[in-house]
């Protein structure tokens, strides 16, 4: 933790609070300029990781980014038909307020401010979500700034629920598709050659263990392959199985979001607090319990004693 990096964390969150607020018509660049300064950083600190993890960039959450902000961008430079607009619109609010809201909570995001790693976390998961709230519900002031660009004030409110289900799955099934294509004939042997994949990612941790579980794989034999870096096809099928059915599970959250305002912000709001204990429970263990453990270190008491220990080393 440096102090640049928490005053940096702190006055980022702060105006990020009072833009959302305070220019609902300028949100949408805010998270613009959002992605474009934090995530080169967020992508130099990957390419220096050993293994490189730059392509943790394909996963889902990550391509949905993208796709928005190319969006917005497109939005800037060329004349979008009002038809595409619509279609695009019903597959962002689909998957902003839907699956990228609910993998903020299901991830166990945490908004720690000096920690750029868990802010792009939040930023890629919580971010897009408000993003929409502004678009849809504040859309009259995002139409009066920029009359010209956006047009969902003429069709936001006669969206058809199944317009958005339709089309956030079928944007997420195009990525499945190229996503698992790519990891059965290049990713899975990614490790071998020094980069890292999300899914191998997930295989080591808690994921896999699920996942070894479903295989009926016995614990020693899992641990081998976690220790090797190198998964059998069964893994991949039975982990995009679940990653599937997770996201499919999550879109149609935003048909919550798309029925009331206070439903929207109320999701929004739980989710960021989510957050915000996530962080606290980091920064009691970095403040409290990495002390306690060094001081116990130091006096030689025991990781598993209390303070009782002196006494007895007292009356020994």
Partial sequence: MTKKNFVFGVANSLFVAWSFGALPGYFWI???????????????????????????????????????????????????????????????????????LCATTALGNALLFHDLDNVCAVLIHLFPSLVM?????????????????????????????????????????????????????IGRRCPKHGYDTIFH??????????????????????????????FPLAYVFVYMALHAASVLASIPVSLLCYSSQWIHVSLCACVLLSTIYNASARYTFYMVKSYTVALKKELRIPRDRGASALLDRDEN
Wanted: glycine share 6%.
């Fill in 30 to 100: 805010v998270y613009i300029t959002e992605v474009c300064v934090l995530l080169p950083i967020r992508w130099r600190k990957m390419i220096r990781a050993s293994p490189k993890q730059h392509l943790y960039w394909l996963d889902f959450c990550w391509m949905a980014n993208f796709f928005g902000v190319f969006l917005l961008l497109a939005l800037m430079v060329f004349t979008i038909p009002p038809e595409i607009q619509r279609w695009c619109m019903c597959a962002s609010w689909g998957l902003g307020t839907g699956t990228l």
């Fill in 133 to 185: 709230y502004e678009l849809g519900w504040k859309r009259g002031d995002v139409h009066a700034a920029w009359p010209r660009i956006f047009l969902q004030c003429n069709f936001f409110e006669s969206l058809d629920p199944m317009e958005i289900l339709y089309n956030a799955c079928l944007v997420y099934g195009v990525w499945f598709l190229l996503y698992v294509s790519w990891l059965l004939a």
């Fill in 201 to 230: 990612w997930a295989m080591r941790g808690s994921a896999g263990s699920v996942v070894a579980k479903i295989l009926r794989q016995q614990p020693e034999v899992h641990a081998a392959y976690a220790q090797s870096n190198d």
